[in-house]
């Protein structure tokens, strides 16, 4: 039976234990992703426009509703001059000294024909929707890819520092074995120095790569809506990349994807009804209506038999503001050059795609050449550091050759670490530019 002051003192030792494990979080690229599209406020501040413009459509079907009006007014009037003779010395009438009358009136509209107005208006006003959804595509994919660069970046810092440790290790066997050559009276005292020297600058690196990677991080959990103390552990992104494409398989991806383009694709047919909205002035507009009228002038709120008036009326209006067809032809010109504007937006923005997705393309290729060249360079690193290592426990070759060599080669692996990155995240930046990084 364990004593209750030992288990007491196992459980405090667990705390804080368990606290740390909370604070640090496992994630992949894809999972990275999720949460930062799950937690984005710019992404919820898009669904809010669509809820808008989705409103402003309701809006607009509400219009081809007809209208329905209703009024009850009740008059008392009061009559000064009771008798009143007629012009010409006709008959003379009695007045009452006060009147009272109720009236009332009940209409219905509806609009037959305008035009086309409001067919127009529903329509262009369900393609600005249309325009709302892909600015909330366009907004996801540039959260997708600040995601992305982040993460990479918090990766390329955790390489660098794993190199680094790495360097201090062999750095620290390094002192180990100079110390025992100069109590052997093999090197000088200097060289064991010039080893602690390289110790405390290779320290430095890691005290600033630390320092990156702390700002980093505490940038990722802002992003993907963590707890600011959380430590992302990173599954390497470079995994799973796939194989490029060739660039015109890229830039029709582009023409099918790219959002900007989409929306000017629609603003195009917006600006259409916008001309056929203009053009309908000049056409005439046919409403139907009903009209109910109570006329009760007996004085009481409800009238004896027979005592008041209640006609039904129904027609129809017809009207044409036919001076529209010599003051609209400016206005409908106006509208289509508005048109061909966007036209032509369209045209600079399909150029300008083209260079972006060459530009990333090339970049791309660059830096999967990048990756060869270090890895061979690596290679030859790697055996200029056992030479130099080899000639430096027969003392034939200086600690400065010896750190040198050892410096190029630490120095190419953290190269090759950050271009795997690099090459990853060009990856994804030409994806980006297909206007579709998930792919």
Request: glycine content about 4%; charged content about 20%.
């Amino acid at each position: 039976m364990i004593p209750k002051s030992i288990r007491l003192m196992l459980a405090a030792s667990l705390i804080p234990a368990a606290l740390f494990a909370q604070s640090s979080k496992e994630l992949n690229i894809n999972q990275a992703i999720e949460l930062g599209i799950a937690n984005s406020k710019n992404l919820k501040l898009s669904q809010n426009k669509i809820d808008q413009a989705v409103a402003k459509l309701e809006v607009v079907k509400d219009n081809a509703l007809p209208t329905g009006n209703a009024s009850f007014m009740y008059n008392h009037a009061e009559i000064p001059t009771s008798t009143f003779s007629l012009p010409g010395g006709g008959s003379t009438l009695q007045l009452p000294k006060r009147a009272d009358a109720f009236v009332g009136t009940a209409a219905v509209q509806e609009l037959v024909y305008g035009g086309g107005k409001l067919k127009y208006a529903k329509e262009s006003t369900k393609l600005l929707a249309e325009v709302a959804r892909l600015d909330a595509d366009k907004s996801k994919e540039e959260i997708t890819y600040a995601v992305i660069n982040t993460y990479y970046s918090l990766y390329k810092v955790l390489q660098s520092r794993k190199v680094v440790d790495q360097n201090l290790e062999s750095i620290a066997a390094q002192i180990k074995q100079a110390q025992r050559f100069f109590e052997q009276g093999i090197v000088t005292k200097n060289d064991v120095l010039r080893f602690q020297l390289q110790q405390a600058n290779v320290t430095l690196t890691q005290m600033d790569i630390e320092s990156n990677r702390k700002v980093i991080n505490y940038n990722l959990d802002i992003l993907l809506g963590l707890p600011e103390d959380t430590e992302v552990k990173i599954v390497d992104p470079t995994l799973g990349l796939k194989t490029p494409g060739s660039l015109n398989e890229y830039i029709g991806q582009a023409f099918a994807n790219r959002q900007e383009l989409k929306q000017l694709d629609i603003q195009n047919k917006v600006a259409d009804f916008n001309v056929k909205t203009v053009k309908a002035n000049t056409l005439p507009t046919v409403g139907v209506g009903a009209n109910l009228y109570y006329i009760n002038p007996s004085g009481n709120f409800i009238p004896p038999t027979n005592q008041y008036l209640m006609p039904v009326t129904i027609g129809a209006t017809v009207s044409w503001n036919f001076g529209n067809l010599w003051t609209n032809k400016n206005k409908v010109s106006q509208a289509k050059i508005e048109q061909s504007e966007i036209t032509i937006q369209k045209d600079i923005l399909s150029d300008q795609v083209k260079t972006d997705i060459n530009k990333n393309f090339q970049s791309y290729q660059v830096a999967m050449s990048k990756i060869q060249v270090l890895e061979t360079s690596i290679a030859q690193a790697t055996e200029n550091d056992k030479l130099l290592a080899s000639k430096y426990k027969n003392n034939v070759a200086s600690v400065t050759d010896r750190i040198d060599a050892e410096t190029l080669l630490y120095q190419a692996k953290i190269n090759l670490e950050i271009a795997k990155a690099d090459a990853g995240l060009a990856y994804y930046t030409l994806l980006k530019s297909t206007g579709k990084i998930t792919q």
